[in-house]
């Protein structure tokens, strides 16, 4: 997501600061005050997605993760008002690269992982920077509790493919997986994205998988 710099964009998140972490999670209890679920978003962009399913589970604690300041910036002053007015404290956000997720969060401490319409890097020279390349799942998997679920939104055939060999290559239990999300079972109760609504709204088809990270035979 390219934007134009943002004026004050430095202010705007020290006004937002209470909802920002910035020094390594020791735990999320500790984090959130309680010890709820985790669901972790990489990549949330301008936040329509966080925002949407912190409203929608507000027993569920969220971490949005995302790589440009001044993208996290909207989405941090979107969940701010949102909170606030909802009277609920369940959303934090982390600007950082997704690969220096283990730095920041403790291991095994993550019941959920979403990925929405991750960048698909199309170049084979690029594949390593794939959110769904194997180097990405060993990070998942290294955050993710015994048992945890990775689910993937996108539009992007290219990448859905890639991903779903990818997981199969890693093990992952699949869950369940289609490649027209809004016209199937499984649309009841999507909470969309900023990219998943303009996609749809030009007729695109959305693809979808979930899958489930359990034990490797030699760990
Ligand atoms: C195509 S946009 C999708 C935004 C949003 N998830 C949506 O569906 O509307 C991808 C977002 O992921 C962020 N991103 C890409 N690679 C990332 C990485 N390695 N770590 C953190 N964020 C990343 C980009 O900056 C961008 O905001």
New binding site residues.
Partial sequence: ?RMRKKKNGEKRIAACAAYLVSEPITSFAELFGNEREVHVE?????G??VCGMAEKYPEVNFLA????SD?CCIALEKAKAALEASGTDNVRFYI????SLCDIIPPHSVDCIYL????PWPKKGHTKRR?TYRGFLEIYRKLLKEGGVLKLKTDNVGLFDFSLEEFEAEGLEFLMQTRDLHHSEYAEGNVM????KNFSDKGMNICSAHVRFIKKENE
């Fill in positions: 997501m990489i990549g949330c962009g301008k329509n997605f993760v995302e790589k440009v993208v950082a690269d997704a690969n929405n319409f991750s960048d959110l994205t900023e990219y998943e």
